[in-house]
């Protein structure tokens, strides 16, 4: 990050929350500054513009998935299906407190294509959730299968996600984690229903 870390940290804590909630779109710098009392020239000094700014906070959501959520898919002491469970823990932990709100689904719909510096970060956390969820398969599947089945989950999961945010409820992912779950341990086709 720019400028002073503990300050500029703080701004993108606070500002990630206002994009989740808002969307990218719906929040300025200005809504920021009058949201959390920050003065909006500080916030400039630090991040220059709101797109810059934008690249600290998906990155911080970025650090957050990759330290606190992703980890538990590659630890091959533990047998694929408890990893599986461990990072859905993770991942409903993450969710609820957040009110089901994905910072990188709304960002990629309201933005992939219209700047081109967020096209790397957006298919950077993607990718990272297909590779894990690739890495819980490999114990079970070939490589090529499990990084099929693993895209056809995110996908899926993408929409439980939005659907938890319509309800108020993080049902949605669990069920379908419950599935994915069933399908794991009868080791059988998992494209079919999932």
Not at 77 to 100: M, W
Not at 108 to 118: A, C, K
Request: proline share 2%; glycine share 4%.
């Amino acid at each position: 990050m720019h400028g002073n870390n503990r300050t500029s940290e703080m701004i993108v804590q606070k500002a990630a929350a206002m994009f989740q909630s808002d969307g990218y779109a719906a929040v300025n710098i200005d809504a920021i500054f009058k949201e959390y009392n920050i003065d909006a020239q500080l916030i400039l000094d630090l991040f220059e513009n709101k797109a810059v700014m934008t690249l600290s906070i998906v990155a911080y959501i970025q650090d957050i998935f990759d330290k606190n959520i992703l980890i538990y898919a590659y630890d091959k002491t533990t047998p694929s299906p408890e990893r599986l469970v461990r990072l859905h823990q993770a991942l409903e932990d993450y969710f609820a407190k957040n009110k089901g709100a994905c910072l990188f689904i709304n960002f990629g719909i309201e933005q992939m294509h219209r700047n081109s510096m967020f096209t790397g970060p957006i298919w950077h956390y993607f990718s990272s959730l297909k590779n894990a969820y690739s890495a819980i398969l490999e114990d079970q599947y070939p490589f090529e299968e499990a990084q099929e089945i693993a895209d056809i989950f995110v996908a899926n999961l993408q929409g439980a996600l939005i659907m938890a945010r319509i309800n108020g409820t993080i049902w949605s992912v669990q069920r379908l984690t419950k599935r994915f779950l069933q399908k794991l341990h009868a080791n059988g086709t998992m494209t079919d229903s999932l």
